[in-house]
């Protein structure tokens, strides 16, 4: 393979449109934050969740810094992470900001619980995060927040939403895998594996 040294490729700039087109290639599990404390929360729609760290137990999210959680996790200090299931799509548009609602109107119709840093944490989610903010990297129009987990907790729910190519689908553990099964490679290829 012939590697072109940097300094004598073009560099052709990559337009927004370009890059947004590419990135719904990326499959990307939804997450809803939620910020703030009592009647002052909001919280937004993600898929820029990502772990950072298992010792300490760190996650990592990408945050707009025009959208209106982020003054709210730098005031605070804290934010939730709550990975939706696939029955909760509804969640997912309305903190989206589908239907125009904001700030506290959108917790409106499902169950929240307090967490510990006084953010509100989403019953029947998957999973559910209570983080404290360790730090705040500006770059850009985001702010990439690193979230120390002060708790967490798990559903035995095994269905998810994700996104992908500009749609919320529905990934289900047991019906994905006998979907898989029924179309990967022959048995005997499999066993030589």
Known sequence: MNVVPRDLMTEIPVSPADFRGAMRHLTGGVSVITAGRGKD???MTVTSVTSLSVEPPTLLVSINRDASSFPLIKRHGAFGVNILNADQLDIAERFAGKGGLKGADRFAGAQWVTAVSGVPLLVGALSVFDCEVEEIV?????GIVIGRVRDVRNSTRNA?????????????QDEDAARLADVSLPARTRRGI
């Open 160 to 172: 998810a939403l994700a996104y992908w190519h500009g749609q919320y689908v529905a990934v289900d």
């Open 41 to 43: 929360i909001t919280g």
């Open 138 to 142: 500006e770059r850009h129009s985001h």
